[in-house]
Structure formats: C-alpha cells, structure tokens
C-alpha cells in the first residue's frame, strides 16, 4: 500500500478564488488520479497525472478549471480555479500500484465549501 | 469498461454475516475485481481483490464464480462501525484504464 498525505484536508473558499490542492505520497508512483465527490455521491474521475505529461482529462472536466501539476513521482497538485458554489466537494488524490493486480489507494481528501 | 451493478443499499443487525453482491457481466480477461469502504468524510479505503475463485483477509472474504459474471463480499459479524458505503470496482492491471466508481452499496448496521 501507499500512504497519501493531501492538503488541505479542508477548507471555506470564497466564490471566483483558486485553490491548489497538494498530494504527497511516502513512495514513488508513476500514475496518479484526481477525483472529484459531490455530497452524497459517488467518485467522478477528474484526470490522470502522469509524471513528465500532460494530464489526461475525464469528460467534462477541462485543464483551464483544473490544472494539475506533476513535478515527480511523489507529489502533484489540483488547482481548483474561480470556484463556484458548484465546486463544493470533496477531491481525492489516488495512486495505482501493482503489488498484486491492478490497485488504486486514495488520500484522506480536500474538502473545499465554496462560498 | 466493465459496468458494476450493486444494490444501492442494504441495513443489517450487528453480528450478523453480510453479503454484497455485485454484477459484472462484462468483466474482461484481465480484469480484476476491487472492493472499496468508505466512511462519510474520508477516502475510500481498499478491502481486498480477486481474480477468480476464493480470496480471504483479515477484513473480509470474496467469492468469485467460475464465469466471474459476478462477486459476493462478505463481511464476517458485522459492527455499528462496518456502517459505511462499499464500492465494487473492475479494472485490469494496464494501468491504462483507470478505476470507474459506480454508486456503490449504502450498509447500514443497526444495534
């Protein structure tokens, strides 16, 4: 397993801000996943952060709104940017591994309210 | 991508063995089957996976028939504090098809 360490764990955001959500990992990875979870949803992948890559974007989720950043094995960032009230959500920060099969281990997640 | 159907919730008397079973008709080849819990507020945390047959942990047991069409989670005596979303999950070890949440399965546990 890995062990994920996302800040912040939460947060109040005015409307029309950004916020960098930061995800550290205690081991090198080469995929890592942003997710998004509205209340009482489930998770919605928000893109795939490859190091050394542009990041892939799920539909409806575009690099303007959420630009990630990949600058090493362990770590990557989300920038939520001018948030609405729409944006209040949890985000996940995922890393793959392949100790046995194909395994996704998920941060504590950024719980952002925007108001 | 291979489509998960579960039951959108189930309630349980603590103790007691539960069983969550998902439908996965069109689970591939290489694909694995993932289990996740997740408690409000927190990430989701994985439980145990399996490619076919039997697997069994500290935490819980996954039963896959021959034409893995299908997986059971069972959850040994369950307590007040199993009460939590379970989300079963398919995904081969490509790493080129990342893991798909469905609307997992509410467990409630009552006293």
């Known amino acids: 397993s890995a062990v994920i360490s996302q800040k912040p764990s939460r947060d109040i955001c005015q409307r029309g801000t950004s916020l960098t959500i930061q995800c550290q990992v205690d081991?090198?990875?080469?995929?890592m996943f942003w997710y998004r979870q509205q209340p009482g949803q489930s998770l919605t992948l928000i893109a795939t952060?490859?190091?050394?890559?542009?990041?892939?974007?799920e539909s409806g989720f575009v690099i303007d709104k959420f630009p990630i950043s990949r600058p090493n094995l362990t770590f990557s960032t989300l920038t939520v940017s001018n948030m609405s009230p729409e944006d209040s959500s949890i985000y996940l920060c995922?890393?793959?591994?392949?100790?046995?099969?194909?395994?996704?281990?998920f941060g504590e997640g950024s719980w952002l309210t925007v108001v | 991508l291979a489509k998960t159907t579960q039951p959108i919730s189930m309630d349980s008397y603590e103790g007691q063995e539960v069983n969550i079973t998902c439908s996965h008709n069109n689970i591939a080849t290489n694909d694995y089957i993932t289990w996740y819990q997740q408690f409000p507020s927190q990430g989701p945390r994985f439980i145990i996976q399996?490619?076919?047959t039997k697997v069994t942990n500290e935490v819980a047991s996954l039963f896959i028939p021959a034409d893995r069409k299908s997986s059971t989670l069972s959850l040994p005596r369950v307590s007040l504090s199993d009460t939590a979303v379970y989300y079963c999950?398919?995904?081969?070890?490509?790493?080129?098809?990342?893991?798909?949440f469905g609307k997992g399965t509410r467990l409630s546990v009552i006293a």
């Open positions: 999950l398919v995904g081969d070890d490509s790493g080129n098809t990342p893991l798909v």
């Open positions: 081991s090198q990875v080469t995929m």
């Open positions: 995922s890393v793959e591994t392949r100790s046995t099969g194909y395994t996704i281990y």
């Open positions: 399996g490619y076919k």
């Open positions: 952060a490859n190091q050394g890559s542009e990041a892939t974007y």
